[in-house]
């Protein structure tokens, strides 16, 4: 059974930092992506970044580029998102997403819409105010 669980989120002052961490099981796609996706109230979800599990290769929205860092733990299965010096902007559910690589690649660049993506967590909010 394929299964995405986030945790890590809550409130954050703007300026600081926070690490989000999305547990994965019983994915077998070769190569496994892991994104991670954000929607803010009355927003578009947004792809943020993804991660090739096989070889550790990262891609970034290009927004986000900088203060947010994608990795991986692949012994313990687990996708991190840290953020640093966030923003009020940067207020939104985060979800993490699984699929092959290329077309996870796809969706962050906004050439396939995120519905495509199979595989979603159920989010985990982030509130960012002092």
């Known amino acids: 059974q394929v299964q995405l669980v986030e945790s890590g989120g809550g409130l954050v002052q703007p300026g600081g930092s926070l690490r989000l961490s999305c547990a994965t099981s019983?994915?077998?796609?070769?190569?496994?992506?892991i994104g991670w996706f954000r929607q803010a109230p009355g927003k578009e979800r947004e792809g943020l970044a993804c991660?090739?599990?096989?070889?550790?290769?990262?891609y970034y929205k290009d927004s986000i580029q900088g203060r947010f860092t994608i990795s991986s733990d692949n012994d313990k299965k687990v996708v991190f998102l840290q953020m640093d010096g966030v923003k009020p902007e940067d207020t939104a559910i985060y979800y993490c997403?699984?699929?092959?690589?290329?077309?996870?690649?796809?969706?962050?660049?906004?050439?396939?819409?995120?519905?495509?993506?199979?595989?979603w967590g159920r989010g985990t909010a982030v509130t960012v105010s002092s």
């Open positions: 997403a699984a699929d092959r690589i290329d077309p996870l690649i796809a969706v962050l660049r906004g050439a396939i819409p995120h519905r495509h993506v199979p595989h």
């Open positions: 991660i090739n599990i096989k070889d550790g290769k990262t």
């Open positions: 019983g994915f077998t796609y070769d190569p496994l992506g």
